[in-house]
């Protein structure tokens, strides 16, 4: 019996396509570059062999680099333009209202982006409870605790809370914790994944009504 959903914020709620993931993609890289003294083609080389064993890139450099200034990373990584670089959706307000279960986030990214984000999208007053890295004291998804924490703070066990990611890492991780994940795959890259995970997935959050859940969702 589904109960609640949990809901990833960035490339979940609003599409992958948008100008969002290379602007994130070019500052995070250059951040890592300039705080490790590197070029950025060994950043890029640097920070993929690490995310392997850590959740972000903010915990990598904070827990085996020395990053100690936490401001100076999320200013660099979430300027307060970044919510040009994704178009206002006037259909997603109405939408997440329909799903009529109470709304989670879940984001690996700090409050002032969460925050920022939601308000733009003008979605922020109908999620019940939001829930950032910050939240999480800088430990997110896909560990244990990224996820049990804020569950137990809303009162959801996982197995009655869906939760929707784009990253396989995640839903994952959200898996074994005992909860069903649904991974967005809008450009279909991650088939051989899901196939082999036995993965639910929708290109975007507007197709979760068509995972077919009996009554889950109104109509279904």
């Given amino acids: 019996m589904i109960r609640a959903l949990l809901l990833d914020l960035d490339n979940t709620l609003y599409p992958e396509s948008s100008a969002m993931g290379n602007g994130f993609s070019r500052r995070i890289i250059k951040f890592v570059a300039?705080?490790?003294?590197?070029?950025?083609?060994?950043?890029?080389?640097?920070r993929r062999l690490n995310l392997t064993r850590f959740g972000t890139t903010f915990e990598w450099l904070k827990?085996?680099?020395?990053?100690?200034?936490?401001?100076?990373?999320?200013?660099?990584?979430?300027?307060?333009?970044?919510?040009?670089e994704v178009e206002?959706?006037?259909?997603?307000?109405?939408?997440?209202?329909?799903?009529?279960?109470?709304l989670l986030l879940l984001t690996n990214a700090p409050s002032i982006h969460a925050e920022r984000m939601l308000k733009h999208l003008n979605v922020f007053d109908i999620f019940s409870g939001v829930y950032d890295l910050n939240w999480n004291k800088g430990i997110g998804k896909p560990h244990a605790s990224g996820f049990l924490n804020p569950l137990a703070?809303?009162?959801?066990?996982?197995q009655e809370t869906?939760?929707?990611?784009?990253?396989?890492?995640?839903?994952?991780?959200?898996?074994?914790v005992g909860g069903i994940p649904v991974l967005?795959?809008?450009?279909?890259?991650?088939?051989?994944f899901?196939?082999?995970?036995?993965?639910?997935?929708?290109?975007?959050?507007?197709?979760?009504?068509?995972?077919?859940?009996?009554?889950?969702?109104?109509?279904?």
Avoid: M, W
């Fill in 34 to 46: 300039d705080f490790l003294h590197v070029d950025e083609e060994e950043a890029v080389g640097l």
């Fill in 63 to 84: 827990q085996s680099c020395g990053l100690t200034d936490e401001e100076s990373f999320f200013k660099a990584v979430h300027p307060e333009y970044e919510v040009e």
């Fill in 184 to 192: 967005v795959d809008e450009f279909g890259r991650h088939s051989d």
């Fill in 162 to 176: 869906l939760f929707l990611d784009d990253n396989p890492k995640y839903v994952l991780g959200y898996r074994a």
């Fill in 194 to 220: 899901i196939r082999k995970e036995g993965i639910y997935s929708v290109t975007s959050v507007y197709k979760l009504p068509s995972l077919g859940l009996a009554g889950v969702f109104p109509g279904s």
């Fill in 88 to 102: 206002k959706d006037p259909l997603l307000r109405d939408f997440l209202l329909s799903l009529n279960l109470p």
């Fill in 153 to 158: 703070d809303a009162g959801f066990s996982p």
